[in-house]
């Protein structure tokens, strides 16, 4: 089975709704990673974050290592945020592999 | 500036042919890795180093070499390509094994 579950697959939201994003992880993990992937390819580290809740302007992301769980929202969304968001876990910090989930795709509409 | 430089952005190879694809970081950063991303497939790891030396792979065929010729270097060299290896590579890095990592801004192959 999938060890990275990442729903919804698929989102569209009118520009300044607020949007939830979910990551789940079938096993235990030491740490995990948002992204933001650009429409062209490109990938942006949106956050690090190992547990607890971070804040980087509009976006919020919390994760609760022991429930295996992480969450990304997005508040009053702009037409530019639209792309596709990743989340990743990492099981052992001794090699830094990343399990990346499918990724749920956005589309912000005016 | 980039501080993560993967040369070139777009190759397109000859089935059987060896390519290799490059990585620099200029981060300062001790971990580099490679991910592919397929067409309809997540991201996918497929090695990882640490002060150059090998720490993971997850890469099936032998075919995939990674080439560390300086800390902040980490190529990937491909042979006897097939149409199955067109993807995006991506080279990451980060500070250590188990930190953020930042990826570079892929290379685009395409098998024909």
């Known amino acids: 089975g999938q060890q990275v579950q990442q729903s919804p697959a698929s989102l569209v939201l009118q520009e300044g709704e607020n949007a939830e994003l979910q990551c789940n992880f079938s096993t235990s993990l030491n740490s995990m990673q948002w992204f933001y992937q650009r429409p062209e390819g490109s990938l942006v580290s949106l956050f690090y974050n190992p547990s607890g809740t971070k804040q980087s302007g509009r976006l919020t992301s919390t994760t609760v290592i022991k429930e295996r769980r992480s969450s990304l929202h997005i508040s009053s969304s702009q037409i530019t945020d639209s792309g596709t968001y990743l989340c990743?876990?990492?099981?052992?910090?001794?090699?830094?592999?990343?399990?990346f989930g499918d990724g749920t795709v956005l589309t912000v509409k005016p | 500036d980039p501080k993560i430089i993967q040369k070139p952005k777009y190759l397109v190879a000859v089935t059987g042919s060896e390519k290799i694809l490059i990585c620099e970081q200029y981060?300062?950063?001790?971990?580099m890795y490679w991910y592919r991303q397929s067409a309809k497939k997540p991201l996918e790891f497929m090695f990882s180093?640490?002060?150059?030396?090998?720490?993971d792979n997850q890469t099936a065929s032998s075919r995939f070499q990674p080439q560390s010729s300086k800390k902040n270097h980490l190529d990937l060299q491909i042979t006897a390509l097939k149409p199955d290896d067109s993807a995006t590579y991506f080279c990451?890095?980060?500070?250590?094994?188990?930190?953020?990592?930042?990826f570079g801004p892929g290379t685009r192959l395409t098998v024909l």
């Open positions: 990743a876990m990492e099981r052992s910090s001794n090699t830094g592999k990343l399990t």
């Open positions: 981060l300062g950063h001790n971990a």
């Open positions: 990451a890095s980060s500070q250590d094994p188990g930190n953020e990592q930042y």
């Open positions: 180093y640490s002060y150059q030396k090998l720490m």
